[in-house]
């Protein structure tokens, strides 16, 4: 098993949900794109992937209603989420190796999505992963603005007791890369999910992310690394 990261350097890991601890944007986006073509919005999986990944439904119908000069019918999000449940109930499946990173960290942890908390209940409670993250799941819902402002993760980081520049966020989306970018804290971009395309690393690293990954075993090594770095760099710069 790697080593785990120093928790005086690292105080905290902030997980997105989809695409980062369940294997769910797939999924999403194609019944995302299937709910809003219904609505009369024709869009694909693709563009849907391209437009609104890593931001809140609330954001992603604010932008279409807008463009359509109308509102989308008053049961756009019941149908959504009625159709994006039944699909985590009967595909989802955890991010390949999660299970294993969480078992050798000793950092705390918590969860910040874009994502509703009836959402996440429904995924992580499909894969098996609610009980042991809760209650620290936080959601946009939380705070004024989703990613990719800074708010959702300044205000885990809060609820945490951690400081801001000891955090360490683990994203799969551009938004949320630059959020923890703009929260101050240390941002890796994994790129391991069945949703990402070719070139999706190099993108993740253009919105700032310190390092990108692709298998989520490689995660305890990495903070491990990142916590030595920063006791080098806290020696070095002593008086």
């Known amino acids: 098993m790697a080593s785990n990261a120093s928790a005086s350097n690292v105080d905290l890991v902030i997980f997105d949900c ?3 601890l369940v294997d769910s944007e797939v999924i999403s986006c194609q019944t995302h794109a299937d709910v809003l073509s219904l609505c009369g919005y ?21 932008e279409v209603e807008a463009e359509l000069g109308r509102s989308l019918p008053e049961d756009f999000n019941a149908q959504l989420q009625q159709r994006l449940f039944q699909a985590f ?22 969860v910040a999505s874009s994502g509703s908390h009836q959402r996440m209940r429904v995924s992580l409670g499909a894969t098996r992963l609610y009980d042991r993250l809760a209650p620290h799941i936080f959601s946009s819902s939380q705070v004024e603005n989703g990613k ?21 966020v683990v994203e799969d989306s551009i938004a949320g890369i630059r959020g923890g970018v703009a929260a101050g804290m240390t941002v890796l971009g994994f ?13 993740l690293r253009a919105a700032g992310a310190t390092l990108v990954f692709d298998d989520m075993r490689q995660l ?3 903070l491990s690394q990142l916590g030595e770095k920063a006791a080098s760099l ?4 002593a008086p």
């Open 234 to 237: 806290a020696g070095f710069s």
């Open 148 to 168: 990719p402002a800074p708010d959702l993760f300044l205000f885990a980081a809060a609820q945490m007791n951690a400081r801001p520049a000891a955090c360490v």
């Open 191 to 203: 790129h391991g999910g069945s949703h990402c395309r070719t070139g999706h690393a190099d993108d």
């Open 18 to 20: 989809d695409g980062v």
């Open 89 to 110: 109930e009967q595909d989802l499946h955890p991010v390949a190796g999660i299970t294993d990173a969480l078992d050798a960290l000793d950092i705390p942890v918590c």
């Open 42 to 62: 024709p869009i694909t999986a693709e563009q849907v992937f391209a437009r609104f990944l890593g931001r809140s439904s609330k954001q992603a119908t604010m």
């Open 220 to 222: 305890p090594m990495i």
